[in-house]
């Protein structure tokens, strides 16, 4: 979890970030009625922020390993 601090979002799921902020921040107080506070709103960028983290670190380690196979596949 110390690397998660430091984390950049990869350009490729930029859209997906974007998309999950905004149903946590935004949706899902409109949905249930729900009203932030300042804390609030801190807490849950900050656990939905981590929880993209622990989607994300697997899908780019497969990332990593089909370009491995691709280029062994290809010969270079």
């Known amino acids: 979890m110390e690397k998660?601090?430091?984390?950049?979002?990869?350009?490729?799921?930029t859209s997906r970030y974007i998309f999950?902020?905004?149903i946590v921040l935004v949706?899902?107080?409109l949905l249930t009625g729900l009203?932030?506070?300042q804390a609030g709103?801190?807490?849950?960028?900050?656990?939905?922020?981590?929880m993209f983290y622990r989607w994300c670190i697997p899908r780019i380690i497969e990332d990593k390993?089909?370009?491995?196979r691709r280029r062994y596949r290809d010969g270079e």
Do not use: H, Q, S
């Open 65 to 68: 390993l089909e370009e491995r």
């Open 35 to 37: 009203r932030y506070t």
């Open 41 to 50: 709103y801190i807490l849950n960028f900050l656990f939905a922020d981590v």
């Open 27 to 29: 949706m899902l107080p």
């Open 4 to 13: 998660w601090f430091y984390w950049g979002i990869p350009i490729k799921y």
């Open 20 to 22: 999950l902020m905004m």
